[in-house]
């Protein structure tokens, strides 16, 4: 079965940078456009980089757009996420999700079939 597995997340302090990085198994991992989500307990997943299957195209949430870069290797069926200047709003866990659907808006958490466990991040100020 499909298997999304994150790591890199951590404390970091504000203005610090982290990679986070998703390895993906048990499918062809090219054929699916990529993104990640982020979410704070009491609040719903919200989206802040999608890819391509090709990873010819990304798309940013407002929040991140300018310190975030969504990249993939489909040679390592791995997607990544750069994140730089870091805030204390970015804290929370942060989960990629493999697209399944075939219509529906990127950044909606419903054209996607496949979570991971997620990773914290945190931020200190």
């Known amino acids: 079965q499909v298997r999304l597995v994150e790591s890199g997340g951590g404390l970091v302090q504000a203005g610090g940078s982290l990679r986070l990085s998703c390895v993906a198994s048990?499918?062809?991992?090219?054929?699916?456009?990529m993104a990640w989500f982020r979410q704070i307990p009491g609040k719903e997943r919200a989206f802040v980089a999608y890819?391509?299957?090709?990873?010819?195209?990304?798309y940013y949430a407002d929040s991140v757009k300018g310190r975030a870069t969504i990249s993939r290797d489909n040679d390592k069926n791995t997607v990544y996420l750069q994140m730089n200047s870091l805030k204390p709003t970015d804290t929370a866990i942060y989960y990629c999700?493999?697209?399944?659907?075939?219509?529906?808006?990127?950044?909606?958490?419903?054209?996607?079939?496949?979570w991971g466990q997620g990773t914290q991040v945190t931020v200190s100020s």
């Open positions: 999700a493999l697209r399944t659907a075939l219509s529906g808006a990127y950044y909606s958490p419903t054209v996607f079939g496949s």
């Open positions: 890819i391509t299957s090709s990873g010819s195209d990304t």
């Open positions: 048990g499918l062809t991992f090219s054929g699916h456009p």
